[in-house]
């Protein structure tokens, strides 16, 4: 009864609105059980992302209350005469409001109580989730049956839906692939309304497009996904480099292992300057003992290179977890004496960007924008890379957030997603993770983090770099054709048969609504 209130309420502010695409009446007839809100605070946050560099305000906002509501709303958008678009919502932890649809309707998919809650068949090991299920509620989920998804990201607070409708990746990606590697059925709200169960066997065109589709086919409402036994505790090991070749070739070498002898997570980042090494992200070096640069004789302009890398183990093991660690770093070329190790229980190590989140929020320095870019670079090319941006665009310069570098295996991608990496057995992923400071400072101030990202991919066109943006950002469809390369067409075909009105996902601004003309990208 009361959501009934809500809704008509709702519907009745819809109703004075004018001059929109959207005819209220049809969401009158909609009959959702959840509720459809067009109260300020939802439509404000549905109208921001993490990155707060974009801000486009909905019309109005759905709380579904299961698939069926889901399934309600695109049906209605699809059928409408008007037409209006419909954009999932995870977490809104996007950059560049890809989440975000102006004018249109947002599903916001995670928050409290939406959703089923996630079903363990501990027999089976797999978990099924909720589309908007936080990645961190998952986990706790399956450890009460001492289980755990295998490929994770380096942050929890994300949505199951959001991170699959990119790739989803980590420390664990080299071995376990991406996280849609790791997933063995979908149901989704395709673009025309339909409820749709997808997986290798059924349905397998949907499957793939989806799995990294950036939300343009379908809205994920549930995910199987692929769970091993659960590590208790982790051991996490960083060690430094001053030699880009040193380093690369070991994390190369690290990836290249296989069995029970190697590591369970193979990361690392690059220290420009010497802020870096105590960052955020690194909150591993103790912050009453910092480490400086010039101590470790780095005689490399400044830039230091640190691998990051950690050995799961189970209690019952523990007296052997030494020996293995010592074996595997042996191996390495790192510079003596800079080894950094500390032990933890494995949800502490997965969950151990959140921490930095509430240090940054105590501070007022999460709630700022952030120009993030993320590359994936071929190994071929890594080292000009590393000369013209780590050495030469940042070399030295005093920058604001974490840089991230790993190699991964494409052979644990599949190619039939429609995720796209470069054409090499091995590549790696560049994340720029910067925020931008109002503090007088010019290094970090909006313009000079956009700038120098644009610079970055400038560098790489000219130098003939092949890069190809993880988390893409684009804003017309020659450049996501180019993209996409190979896999437009399949891409083009996939929309056109899953969503051919253009109504889903309208902010990753690759295909203009049907109904909208192509004035609808200028506007934003
Ligand atoms: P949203 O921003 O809400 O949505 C992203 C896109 O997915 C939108 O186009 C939206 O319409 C679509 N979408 C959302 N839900 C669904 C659904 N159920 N079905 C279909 N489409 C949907 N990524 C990594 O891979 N590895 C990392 O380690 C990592 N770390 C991060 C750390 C932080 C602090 C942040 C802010 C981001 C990080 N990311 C990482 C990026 C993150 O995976 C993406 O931004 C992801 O899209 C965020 O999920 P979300 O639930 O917030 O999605």
Redesign the pocket.
């Known amino acids: 009864m009361a959501t009934k209130l809500l809704l008509t309420f709702a519907i009745c502010r819809l109703i004075v609105t004018v001059g929109l695409t959207l005819e209220p009446t049809e969401l009158l007839h909609l009959g959702v059980d959840g509720q459809l809100s067009v109260h300020p605070s939802d439509l404000e946050s549905a109208s921001r992302?993490?990155g707060l560099l974009t801000r486009a305000e909905p019309l109005a906002v759905l709380h579904p209350s299961s698939a069926l509501d889901v399934a309600r709303l695109v049906r209605a958008a699809y059928g409408s005469d008007h037409g209006f678009t419909v954009?999932?919502?995870?977490?809104?932890?996007?950059?560049n409001g890809?989440?975000q649809t102006p004018n249109g309707v947002v599903v916001q998919?995670?928050g409290n109580g939406v959703g089923p809650r996630p079903r363990v068949r501990a027999g089976d090991m797999y978990v099924d989730v909720w589309?908007?299920e936080?990645w961190i509620d998952v986990l706790k989920s399956t450890l009460e049956y001492g289980l755990a998804p295998k490929s994770?990201?380096?942050?929890l607070?994300?949505?199951?839906?959001?991170?699959?409708?990119?790739?989803?990746?980590?420390g664990q990606a080299f071995n376990h692939g991406?996280?849609i590697s790791n997933v063995h059925e979908l149901d989704?709200v395709t673009g025309k309304g339909e409820l749709m169960t997808c997986s290798e066997e059924q349905n397998s065109e949907l499957f793939h497009a989806?799995l990294g589709?950036?939300?343009q086919f379908?809205?994920?409402?549930r995910a199987r996904i692929s769970l091993e036994p659960a590590p208790q505790r982790v051991r996490w090991i960083r060690v430094l480099y001053s030699n880009f070749s040193a380093f690369t070739r070991d994390q190369e070498y690290l990836i290249s292992l296989y069995g029970s002898q190697k590591f369970d997570y193979v990361e690392g980042f690059v220290i420009v300057d010497e802020g870096l090494i105590n960052n955020w992200r690194s909150s591993f070096f103790s912050p009453r003992n910092p480490v400086k640069i010039s101590s470790l004789g780095s005689n490399n302009g400044g830039v230091l290179y640190c691998l990051e890398v950690t050995k799961n183990y189970h209690e019952s093991t523990a007296a052997s977890v030494d020996q293995e660690v010592e074996a595997l770093l042996k191996e390495l070329n790192f510079i003596p004496n800079s080894v950094f190790t500390t032990d933890l229980p494995y949800v502490d190590f997965l969950d151990r960007?959140h921490k930095s989140?509430l240090k940054l929020r105590s501070k007022g320095l999460w709630e700022v924008p952030?120009p993030?870019l993320?590359l994936f670079v071929p190994k071929s090319q890594i080292d000009d890379f590393n000369r013209g941006v780590f050495k030469g665009i940042l070399g030295n310069k005093k920058t604001s957030g974490p840089i991230l570098i790993y190699p991964m295996n494409k052979n644990k991608w599949d190619q039939r997603s429609s995720v796209v990496t470069p054409d090499e057995q091995v590549f790696y992923l560049v994340a720029f993770?910067r925020s931008a400071l109002d503090n007088g400072e010019e290094s970090q101030s909006l313009e000079y983090l956009s700038n120098q990202n644009r610079q970055i991919l400038r560098f790489c066109d000219d130098d003939g770099i092949k890069v190809k943006q993880?988390?893409p950002h684009y804003t017309t469809q020659e450049e996501w054709r180019d993209h996409l390369g190979r896999k437009w067409d399949r891409f083009h075909r996939m929309k056109k048969k899953f969503d051919p009105r253009h109504i889903?996902?309208s902010?990753?601004q690759i295909f203009t609504p049907t109904f909208l003309g192509s004035s609808s990208r200028a506007s934003r």
């Open positions: 992302d993490f954009s999932a919502r995870g977490h809104g932890h996007s950059i890809q989440a998919m995670s589309g908007g936080l994770w990201t380096d942050y607070y994300l949505s199951v839906g959001g991170t699959l409708s990119n790739a989803g990746i980590s991406p996280q989704v989806v589709g950036l939300g379908g809205i994920i409402t960007v989140e952030h993030w993320n993770l993880y988390l889903l996902a902010g990753q």
